[in-house]
C-alpha cells in the first residue's frame, strides 16, 4: 500500500565548485537552475532535471567532505562498494544507446558503459561532479 503523505522531493549533494557542477547537471539532463541561495555561510543552487530537484551545495566552513570511492565493477554489476547512497538514477525514455553518445560529445564521461543489465533492460553510470554517480536506464520498449 502506498502512502500518499509522502512525496520525493530532493537530491541533496555537496560539491567542491557548485557553479560548476549546476553547470553540468544543466548540460547533461537539460536541466535550468531553479534558485539560487546562499545558506548558512555556503552557496545553494537548486536545479531541476528530470522531474526532480537536485540540490548542489557547497562546503560549510566546519566541513572536510572526503572523496568517496569510484565505482567498482564486480563483474555482474557495479557498486561504490560502501554504505549509504550509491548512486541515484534516471529512467530515459528513448535509445540509451544514442543518448550516451550524445552525452559524450557534451563531454561525459562514464564509469559502466551502456550493458544488458537483464533482458531488455539496458543501463550505464555517468561519471558526474563530486564523485557521484548516476544511473540511466532504458525505459523498456512496450
Known amino acids: 500500500m502506498e502512502n500518499n503523505r509522502f512525496i520525493f522531493d530532493h ?3 555537496i560539491s567542491a565548485d557548485p557553479d560548476a557542477a549546476a553547470r553540468w547537471y ?3 539532463f537539460d536541466g535550468r537552475i531553479a534558485s539560487q541561495h546562499n545558506i548558512r555561510g555556503a552557496p545553494q543552487i537548486n536545479v531541476q532535471a528530470g ?3 537536485i540540490l548542489i551545495r557547497g562546503r560549510r566552513d566546519a566541513e572536510a567532505p572526503a572523496t568517496r570511492p569510484a565505482m567498482k565493477d564486480f563483474g555482474t554489476y557495479s ?6 547512497t550509491d548512486h541515484f538514477g534516471f529512467t530515459y525514455q528513448g535509445d540509451l544507446s544514442a543518448l550516451c553518445e550524445e552525452l559524450r560529445v557534451k563531454g561525459a564521461e562514464f564509469s559502466v558503459e551502456p ?3 537483464a533482458p531488455a533492460v539496458w543501463l550505464c553510470y555517468l561519471k558526474a561532479p563530486d564523485g557521484v554517480s548516476i544511473e540511466i536506464v532504458q525505459a523498456r520498449q512496450k
Open 11 to 13: 537530491v541533496h549533494l
Open 26 to 28: 544543466i548540460e547533461m
Open 51 to 53: 522531474g526532480m530537484t
Open 79 to 84: 557498486s561504490h562498494d560502501e554504505w549509504g
Open 115 to 117: 550493458w544488458e543489465f
